[in-house]
């Protein structure tokens, strides 16, 4: 999405669509020696990203490099199928085949002319649809570097809202495409993330251990980027990781002097009204002269950012070059007329990053939050649409488990008694949900509901391909049943059935016990484990009081093998008495009395008077800290005296400093069993809270349900649930960067540019993927979400995460439309977990915790009647993948069959450095892959990049390396991750 034009940044008006350049700009630093990796050059021609296939620099001339590209959204305001077959131009003109078409029609037409492309998503569909000469023909010229790949992902990923494992596979599915179709020659060497609203140091990280030489950034804080101009720092070496040793994680970044659009005056695209090169003297249009001054005027004012002889100007914009021709004719013209007419040092082709050892700045941190105007924080995307985020992370999640049984049960999980099994849907459609405007919640309604429809339809083929695989390994065909409404206590199987079985998967490389928890009918259950001994359970009524029918769950607890699964048995005995097993359990409270549930780990009690949380105790470390928690809501800005911006999809701006509570006291209702004791807090007709704690379990567990938001007062609401505490943090406050690596906040402050700070409570929200936690040094209080949310403390002591929003206004960034998400994404169910202990141990704590909750087990039900797969089999009712735990600091973050008798095994140490040193989870550990799987042996090994698009050894010899202002000289490359 571009934009230029203040009245509707995102979808900019054709006429007024790009403003012109600063017209003050300081002086530049000579560089004598100008060897660095940058784009450009004004030895006027067109070039791609990579140097092999570009005209040669010259030294001592200003070389200006055009970058002819088009940015082509994976959904936005129009679906995916219509962006590419042009459907709706009503809406946005926009027709990816087209583009795709009219530009390898141009480049055929001049051996000079070069184009970059990025969305693997659109090129694999235009590429399948193609005629064997025409591929051909496309495969030259990728190979001479005229037709050039940036990126490669299936998308251009968010890197806010987005997982770092869901990034690492959207971006293997992109560039394998490119490797199986084009080899070496369509291997990225530069990433390209242009329009992404803020960017994270994990992204910089995974593209660094992928071996990308470069990243080239669009949007970043506009108080930052003058910052940058002034100080010359428009490029830098990004330090991505504090554990990686350097340079692993280094990557040169550089910013783009123009987001991503072509400069004022100098579009010629079907989509834009700029007047077209005229030579012709005689005619009188004629504007040669004039445009050339014009350009030279541009290039030298724009070089003056940067510090050295290379500029680069974006030839592109959104879905431009449908007619490519426009913009070549012109660009030719243009070089040609500036490379002969002037006498000043100055040469123009088309881009090129030219790689040379020099002197570069280091950063250290990330690019949150991104604003780009006073008042203007783009920090709402962070929580947007939670029912989408909520969904695209349990198809992570599914999307693990389908990947390690295909892996684990062979050709026998994709045909077997169950049909087709293919996770190859549910991998595209994930890939699409991590574009810049899926996962955001950024889309119209519209195209927001079918990012779920395909992730809906990715799911049916996976399905197929666990019962296949399932069965495969249990030798036991059974009558599986996927529940996918549980989270709303809906599943007709254990809501019907007399006797079934339920299957547990768990996609962790360690053993895990996992408390079920599955809706029933009235009744009284007996449950038997894998060896068939009975399992203690519970049926727990669900209060009515909650706007529901009286609904009960049975709860048991599941021991599942790493890498495996556990068979358990369920048989509805009798629904004689089962309100008296039940209900004397579940009680409204006594005001007068003491409200606390608690384990052998937790305590947490409730203020008697107003049911709200009070305090938490951690027994087991003998720590005790006051946490009142509740739920309040910022009414949304629709513009004021300081600015016209409102609240929106992307933008957060609230009219109040101060957030309403929902209420001051909650309704509640208590249940004790021996598996699990809750406080069940009704805050209002439409917000909802479980406090819960299990046996065993050494964090407190909320699950909240938040919506329909009213909105009868014409008011927009974000609602948030917030934290406060006594703890003394400095203003101090610590997020997740994509559910990897911690990052320090501070209020109102940034790390290395001084903030005038116009928006208190917006300008200090940050993503939060996974975790978020304040500490006093001494005692740590972090909670872990299950979707990406956005998260701050704007006071001491305080923590609090948006979990919903309706909005009234659009925030006019181009989607056009209010965010007011009406049926199945109004009401929200989540859930946070909430660790209190000391800091020694804390990341033990939450990264462990983190990890089970992505990688949660999967429950697959079955109806009696299970039949053997073989005769010849022995049933299992237990199995592991596994001849033996990984050690905890280990995670498996992919095993997935990538051939005929090829894995692909990324195993990583899921422990920053120095973060653990009382358990010793910080350490390095090595681990012997050999007899590591029961079902196959490891006969040959090849260590690759993360993307495993080439061989490891290969990229530490052929990555660029730096020479950074902290002195460290460049060494090889040594990954985190493994592939």
């Not at 990579?50 to 200006?64: A, E, I, R």
């Not at 260590?943 to 080439?950: G, I, S």
Request: hydrophobic content about 35%; aromatic content about 10%; glycine content about 6%.
């Amino acid at each position: 999405m571009s934009t230029n034009n203040m009245s509707d940044p995102r979808r900019p008006n054709k006429v007024l669509r790009y403003k012109p350049p600063p017209s003050e700009c300081n002086p530049a630093l000579d560089d004598p020696t100008p060897d660095y990796m940058n784009l450009l050059g004004m030895i006027f021609s067109m070039c791609g990203l990579m140097l092999k296939t570009c005209p040669p620099v010259k030294p001592g001339m200003l070389n200006v490099h055009l970058l002819p590209h088009t940015h082509d959204d994976v959904g936005w305001l129009k679906t995916v199928d219509q962006y590419y077959y042009g459907i709706l131009n009503d809406i946005q003109h926009a027709s990816v085949q087209y583009i795709l078409d009219s530009v390898i029609s141009s480049l055929l037409e001049d051996p000079t002319r070069r184009f970059i492309y990025v969305e693997m998503a659109f090129f694999s569909r235009w590429w399948k649809e193609q005629t064997n000469e025409t591929k051909d023909t496309v495969r030259e010229l990728v190979h001479q570097g005229r037709l050039e790949f940036v990126n490669g992902g299936w998308v251009m990923n968010d890197e806010a809202a987005t997982h770092y494992g869901a990034i690492v596979d959207q971006m293997t599915l992109g560039l394998r495409f490119l490797q199986d179709t084009f080899g070496g020659s369509g291997r990225p060497r530069v990433a390209w993330h242009i329009d992404p609203f803020g960017h994270s140091r994990e992204q910089a990280s995974l593209f660094a251990q992928m071996g990308f030489d470069g990243f080239f950034l669009g949007r970043i804080d506009y108080q930052d980027k003058i910052v940058r101009q002034k100080k010359l720092k428009m490029e830098e070496v990004w330090r991505a990781s504090a554990s990686l040793k350097p340079p692993a994680a280094d990557l040169f970044t550089g910013v783009l002097p123009n987001n991503y659009n072509p400069p004022k005056n100098l579009c010629w695209d079907v989509l834009c009204a700029d007047k077209p090169m005229v030579e012709d003297p005689k005619s009188p249009e004629f504007n040669a002269v004039t445009m050339v001054n014009y350009f030279l005027e541009l290039a030298y004012s724009q070089q003056k950012y940067y510090r050295t002889n290379h500029t680069v100007m974006t030839m592109g914009s959104d879905f431009q070059y449908e007619n490519a021709n426009m913009w070549f004719k012109n660009m030719d013209k243009l070089i040609r007329l500036v490379n002969q007419q002037v006498s000043v040092p100055l040469c123009v082709n088309h881009l090129s990053i030219t790689a040379v050892k020099s002197l570069r700045s280091v950063k250290e941190d990330d690019f949150f939050p991104y604003a780009d105007g006073p008042h203007m924080f783009w920090t709402g995307y962070f929580s947007s649409r939670p029912a989408l985020k909520r969904y695209e992370r349990l198809s992570y999640n599914f999307l693990q488990v389908c990947n390690q049984l295909e892996a684990l049960a062979g050709v026998a999980a994709n045909l077997g008694s169950y049909g087709t099994g293919d996770s190859g849907p549910l991998n595209e459609a994930m890939a699409v949900l991590q574009h810049h405007d899926a996962v955001t919640g950024t889309a119209r309604q519209n195209v927001a509901d079918d990012y779920a429809r395909q992730l809906a339809a990715g799911w049916g083929p996976c399905e197929v391909l666990v019962s296949n695989a399932l069965s495969q390994l249990s030798y036991y065909k059974q009558n599986f049943s996927f529940c996918r409404e549980l989270n709303i206590s809906v599943c007709p199987v254990s809501q019907n059935s007399e006797h079934f079985q339920v299957t547990i998967y768990n996609p962790l490389g360690r053993k895990v016990d996992h408390m079920v928890r599955l809706p029933v009918g009235k009744g009284i259950f007996f449950v038997k484990d894998p060896d068939g001994k009975t399992v203690r359970n519970n049926v727990v009524m669900l209060p009515s009081s909650f706007g529901m029918k009286d609904q009960w769950e049975l709860l048991f607890s599941a021991s599942v093998p790493a890498l495996g699964f556990s068979i358990y048995t369920v048989d509805k005995v009798s629904v004689q008495n089962s309100l008296q097993a039940t209900s004397r359990k579940h009680r409204s409270h006594d005001r007068s009395q003491v409200l606390a549930i608690e384990n052998e780990y937790i305590r947490a009690t409730f203020d008697s008077s107003t049911g709200l949380l009070m305090k938490i105790e951690n027994m087991e470390q003998k720590l005790s800290l006051p946490v009142s928690q509740g739920f309040f809501w910022y009414k949304a800005s629709t513009g004021d005296e300081k600015s016209t911006q409102a609240s929106g999809a992307y933008i957060f701006r609230p009219s109040h400093l101060k957030p309403f509570p929902v209420s001051r006291w909650a309704k509640v209702h208590m249940v004790k069993t021996a598996l699990v004791q809750e406080v069940h807090q009704n805050f209002s007709a439409w917000c909802s809270q479980v406090v819960r704690l299990y046996p065993g379990q050494r964090h407190l567990e909320l699950e909240w349900t938040v919506g329909p938001i009213p909105v009868e007062e014409h008011w927009g609401k974000e609602i948030i649930s917030r934290f406060d505490t006594p703890m003394r943090t400095n203003g101090e406050f610590y997020t997740d960067s994509n559910g990897r690596e911690i990052l320090k906040r501070r209020r109102d402050r940034r790390p290395t540019w001084r903030l005038s700070q116009t928006e208190p409570v917006a300008g200090n929200y940050y993503p939060v993927s996974t975790r978020i936690y304040i500490t006093d040094g001494h005692i740590q209080l972090a909670v872990v979400t299950d979707r990406s949310q956005g998260g701050s403390s704007l006071r001491d002591g305080s923590l609090e995460l948006m979990v919903h929003r309706r909005l009234l206004e659009d925030d006019a960034r181009g989607v056009g439309e209010p965010l007011t998400e009406s049926g199945a994404g109004s009401t929200v169910r989540g859930r946070h977990f909430v660790l209190l202990s000391s800091v020694s141990d804390a990341a033990a704590r939450h990264r462990l915790l983190a990890e089970e909750v992505v990688l949660a087990p999967q429950v697959v039900l079955a109806q009696a009647g299970s039949s053997l797969y073989s005769s010849r089999a022995v049933p299992r009712t237990q199995f592991s993948g596994l001849l033996r735990d990984l050690p905890p600091q280990v995670h498996l973050l992919t095993l997935a069959r990538w051939g005929p008798k090829t894995l692909l095994l990324r195993l990583e140490h899921q422990f920053a450095a120095t973060e653990d040193s009382g358990r010793n989870m910080s350490s390095p550990v090595t681990l012997n892959l050999q007899n590591l799987f029961r079902v196959f042996t490891i006969t040959h090994l090849q260590e690759t990049t993360l993307a495993a698009n080439q061989p490891l050894t290969k990229s530490k010899a052929s990555r660029l390396k730096w020479i950074t202002n902290t002195g460290e000289d460049p060494a090889g490359i040594l990954p985190v991750t493994g592939s």
